[in-house]
């Protein structure tokens, strides 16, 4: 693979022409093959309507194919994947449906996001779970971030709850890790993959991790609206379903008026209801993209590469700090001293550079997301920008 392969790539991106794209941690620009799917869908709902009973399956076979993408991309199977609406949707899945009772404790980190945080904080207020927020510090330094959570545990904790990339530092956590000491002590293991799917290899069933959440467009490149809940097949029995509706029975007819019902044997169990066809189909446009026109194993090779470089540029600066020193996945957080992060995102932006800031404990951070569609160019005139930013004071 060479520049040809990436020149293609990026032309098959709109979004990275005008400016100098940093913020996949955010969305990730939209492939061509997706807003063509997406506009012939709309089209078609359009000109056929969205009634008829080829629609219907037309859809079906669309959510099918989701599922199975997903399931290729995490080594997962299909079954224990469930369509959501983005990350936040499988974390309130999770948290909810487990059966507490209070008194339990929920572990979670201080390197979370609120799609982690809130629906943790929740089930506290309901249910009288005690909520305990373990300080990681960055996330950087892995034999500290596994004797800290090896410390938190108690015989009451039932869940630990976190990212597997922190949005704010951008630390990888080690999940094989973490995954086989919270089983050891009886821990079920939640983890926010919105940082993660799409930018580093995931192998869900090696890992055994019990729960995982993605989203579809952040790293995968898909519309706003469709994300995936990844539960471990024999874990399907622990989370009940808090939301329910056709979509979560095993066939549309398995209910009765008497309140009997037989929920679907997989995770679709977790899906509800109606879905925007368009985002569907754009998701799946997206997903195969990535997958036949990209290539993964290309992908997360120069998303390593590329976030390691923006590492070194950016460590020379004067001033800079840099937060993500140790394992990594698409993010580089930094700080630059005596410069104010939102105003410094403010001029960049004004130069066609786009990155953004993140809120920590005590004030922002700068944070640079690299795409496997960047350029090592657009890392340099990040670098360059701020040095002249830095000059100016
Ligand atoms: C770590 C993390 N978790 C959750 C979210 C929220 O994502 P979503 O919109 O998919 O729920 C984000 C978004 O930035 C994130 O970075």
Redesign the pocket.
């Known amino acids: 693979m060479n520049d040809e392969h990436l020149n293609r790539i990026r032309a098959d991106l709109g979004a990275v022409a005008a400016v100098a794209y940093l913020n996949t941690?955010?969305a990730g620009p939209f492939p061509q093959a997706a807003q063509q799917t997406l506009l012939d869908e709309a089209q078609h709902n359009f000109e056929q309507g969205r009634g008829d009973i080829l629609g219907f399956e037309r859809v079906i076979q669309t959510l099918d194919g989701l599922r199975a993408a997903f399931a290729r991309l995490v080594n997962a199977d299909a079954d224990e994947i469930a369509l959501t609406h983005?990350?936040?949707?499988g974390m309130n899945i999770v948290c909810w449906g487990l059966n507490w009772q209070p008194g339990d404790e929920l572990l979670t980190t201080m390197l979370?996001?609120e799609?982690?945080l809130l629906p943790a904080y929740v089930v506290a207020q309901r249910f009288g779970v005690d909520v305990r927020v373990v300080d990681l510090g960055l996330g950087n330094d892995r034999a500290a971030v596994l004797a800290a959570l090896d410390e938190a545990i108690t015989p009451r904790t039932r869940l630990l709850s976190l990212?597997h990339?922190?949005?704010s530092s951008g630390a990888l956590l080690p999940l094989d890790e973490i995954v086989a000491l919270a089983h050891r002590r009886g821990v079920l293991v939640l983890v926010?993959g919105?940082?993660s799917v799409g930018a580093v290899p995931l192998d869900l069933h090696a890992s055994g991790v019990d729960f995982y959440a993605m989203?579809g467009?952040?790293w995968l490149c898909g519309p706003e609206g469709i994300?995936a809940l990844y539960v471990r097949w024999d874990r399907l029995s622990l989370v009940k379903p808090t939301f329910v509706g056709v979509f979560s029975l095993r066939d549309p007819e398995s209910y009765t008026l008497n309140g009997d019902f037989l929920y679907a044997p997989s995770a679709r169990r977790y899906e509800t209801s109606s879905i925007f066809r368009p985002g569907a189909a754009a998701m799946l446009a997206s997903l195969n993209w990535l997958e036949e026109t990209v290539g993964w194993e290309w992908a997360f090779d120069r998303i390593q590469r590329l976030a390691n470089r923006a590492r070194d540029l950016l460590r020379k600066l004067p001033g800079a700090t840099i937060l993500t020193t140790a394992d990594h996945a698409g993010l580089v957080a930094f700080t630059i001293d005596g410069l104010d992060p939102t105003t410094i995102a403010g001029t960049l932006r004004e130069r066609n550079i786009v990155l953004r800031t993140i809120p920590v404990a005590n004030g922002y951070v700068l944070r640079v997301s690299t795409g496997f569609y960047n350029t090592e160019e657009e890392l340099v005139l990040l670098r360059d920008t701020l040095a002249e930013i830095i000059k100016q004071g």
């Open positions: 941690g955010t983005h990350t936040t949707d979370e996001h799609g982690g990212s990339v922190s949005w926010d919105a940082q989203p467009q952040k994300g």
